[in-house]
């Protein structure tokens, strides 16, 4: 029962999520269900100010901004062979997937972000990872709130290939697959308590 996942008879179905404690989310993978606690404050403080720093840029748009994308915050994500997976942050690029849905998401993110925590190192890293490549997702984003880096990754044929990794003495970046603005990283770390 490594990395939470929870033993049933069969395949896991939505109904298996939907049926989990309060304070429990779960995502299914390949048939498995995958448990583990909700996510902490700073997780979540993190994961807030990631997607401000994106949505105004890249999903709303405007005078001198890009936009083109999609961007959501733990999204219900529903492929072959995986009813839900939900990655911390995900983004379709508009030109792909022109209309938001009016359900759950049934199209690969070109873009995923996870936002790494003790308990979910393991399961995000050796089972999201290599799921992700599967999947077809382009661009995979790691961010590690205690060593206070985020890893960017793209997906070449079929293997991720490290575009490079940032930390909290980067104050501005530009990262695939959002290169077209600046990123203000420096900014997203400031707010949080001091690592460890």
């Known amino acids: 029962m490594a990395y939470g996942a929870k033993p049933l008879e069969g395949p896991a179905t939505f109904a298996d999520i939907e049926a989990l404690p309060e304070g429990v989310v ?79 998401w049934t199209d690969v993110p070109d873009w995923a972000c996870e936002i790494l925590s003790p308990t979910t190192r393991a399961y995000d890293t050796r089972i999201k990872r290599p799921f992700y490549a599967r999947i077809g997702i382009k661009h995979l984003w790691f961010v590690d709130l205690d060593a206070r880096t ?24 530009r990262a695939p697959p959002f290169e077209e603005r600046d990123l203000r990283l420096g900014w997203l770390w400031k707010s949080l308590p001091p690592p460890g």
């Open 150 to 173: 985020l890893t960017v990754s793209e997906l070449r044929d079929g293997r991720w290939l490290e575009m490079g990794v940032y930390g909290e003495s980067d104050d501005l970046i």
């Open 26 to 104: 779960g995502e299914i993978i390949d048939g498995t269900l995958y448990t583990q606690a909700r996510p902490r404050a700073a997780h979540g403080y993190f994961e807030l100010r990631l997607f401000r720093e994106l949505d105004d840029a890249f999903q709303l748009g405007g005078e001198e901004l890009p936009g083109g994308w999609w961007i959501m915050a733990e999204p219900g994500i529903r492929v072959g062979g995986s009813p839900e997976f939900s990655p911390d942050l995900a983004g379709w690029r508009r030109e792909r997937v022109p209309t938001f849905p009016k359900g759950q």
